[in-house]
């Protein structure tokens, strides 16, 4: 798919991938496509798994705790089943 991207037209200048391998696997389709993060195309990932302070460049990589995740859908669920009408929010405060 990253590949894909980076034959059109218009390539992307920026790229958010929901996790840190998926996140890996688009930086050596970059790389491969001859152009380099992060000066042809910004690159994040998610989760910060360990591997990914080891990419050349190093990956940058949203951290989010487990924890507060699930605490936070927990207290979601919690508030639909008792009928409360939830609008948009950040996933963590």
């Known amino acids: 798919a990253m590949s894909a991207l980076l034959r059109g037209t218009r390539p992307p200048t920026a790229v958010v991938c929901s996790n840190d391998w998926t996140a890996i696997g688009a930086l050596h389709a970059i790389d491969a496509a001859g ?19 080891y990419t050349s460049p ?20 919690f508030r639909l089943i008792g009928g409360e009408r939830l609008a948009a929010t950040p996933l963590l405060e």
Request: charged share 20%; proline share 8%.
């Open 35 to 53: 152009l380099r993060v992060p000066g042809d195309i910004s690159l994040v990932g998610f989760d910060d798994i360990p591997l990914a302070s």
């Open 58 to 77: 190093p990956l940058t990589s949203v951290r989010m705790s487990a924890g507060d995740v699930g605490s936070t859908a927990f207290d979601a669920l």
